[in-house]
């Protein structure tokens, strides 16, 4: 046996083993489509960067269709401070002026999107980069917040300048690359009625396109295990009924709101399961997909 010597024969039964039990969730998904929101440490560390180029070919192989939506906040933040631009948030939202969202769509739409294409392909796949101005992917209209004065407690409108979301998505373009090898991966981009351009955030671009489309599953990797109840234990299965009584009681809160909101919207409008995942545990998608109990926290409709 090739490598025999330097590899004990119960490693490679363990190895047959894993294979042998993902056969049958290799069946059940081929054909399907997943969309998977790519970022925090799993977009951030080399080393998991490569492990998920490597998974994402694995799902293409086996019949799976992913779709990759990645964020990039981070990366938006360090060049908005080299070039000495200032920016703030409001809500988690980054405000964006004229200025600013010319600099939000080149890093996303060029320097890190390409980064996300090359790995997939410097591993053998044939990756392409969108974003949602591609073949009007994500029309999108302007957000606004609500927020009340300190002193008046006067409720005001602020605006939050080129921060938008998806108002239609057109996915012509996806089911044209369904029909091939080719995967895409998208910059959270959208168009607005006159031309103008939208900051989106991913997670919400990564939910509507699983519903547009009603995917089989959709995928975001965050920096956490998943949605945790009042005593912090992981909640692995939840309907969104009972997600959405969770955000009112209190439990559910902070940045985890967004992304429950995106989640249940997604499987209540099309897709089929949507899955919080710890995108810093390698190869956390293929031990979601191909074993029998998974990770994480599944948000589906019983």
């Given at each position: ?38 970022g ?17 070919i ?69 990756a ?21 004065d ?49 900051n ?27 949605l ?34 995106t ?40």
């Open positions: 046996m090739k490598n025999s010597e330097n590899k004990p024969i119960g490693s490679w039964l363990r190895t047959a083993k894993v294979l042998s039990e993902a056969l049958p969730y290799m069946r059940q998904f081929a054909g399907e489509t997943f969309v998977i929101k790519y925090g440490h799993a977009m951030g560390e080399e080393a998991l960067s490569q492990a998920f180029a490597r998974d994402i694995l799902m293409k192989q086996v019949g799976i269709n992913p779709i990759i939506v990645h964020g990039g906040g981070p990366q938006i933040g360090k060049m908005l401070e080299r070039l000495k631009i200032q920016s703030s948030f409001v809500d988690g939202l980054r405000v964006t002026d004229a200025a600013t969202v010319e600099i939000v769509e080149m890093v996303l739409s060029g320097s890190i999107n390409k980064q996300i294409v090359s790995a997939i392909n410097a591993v053998g796949g044939k392409i980069g969108l974003s949602g101005k591609d073949a009007n992917l994500i029309r999108a209209k302007r957000i606004t917040r609500k927020v009340k300190p002193d008046s407690n006067i409720e005001k409108v602020l605006d939050l300048g080129f921060v938008g979301e998806p108002e239609e998505i057109d996915p012509t373009i996806l089911d044209t690359l369904y029909e091939s090898d080719i995967i895409p991966v998208i910059a959270p981009i959208g168009l607005g009625a006159n031309g103008e351009t939208y989106i955030n991913a997670d919400t671009v990564a939910g509507a396109i699983a519903a547009a489309i009603n995917a089989c599953k959709l995928i975001v990797l965050t920096d956490v295990a998943g945790l109840d009042e005593d912090k234990n992981l909640i692995s299965q939840i309907t969104p009924k009972e997600a959405h009584k969770l955000i009112k009681t209190g439990v559910i809160t902070g940045g985890m709101i967004p992304k429950i909101e989640c249940t919207h997604a499987v209540e409008n099309g897709c089929k399961a949507a899955h919080i995942l710890d995108g810093r545990v390698e190869h956390v998608m293929l031990i979601e997909t191909f074993t029998e109990h998974g990770v994480g926290t599944m948000i589906v409709d019983k």
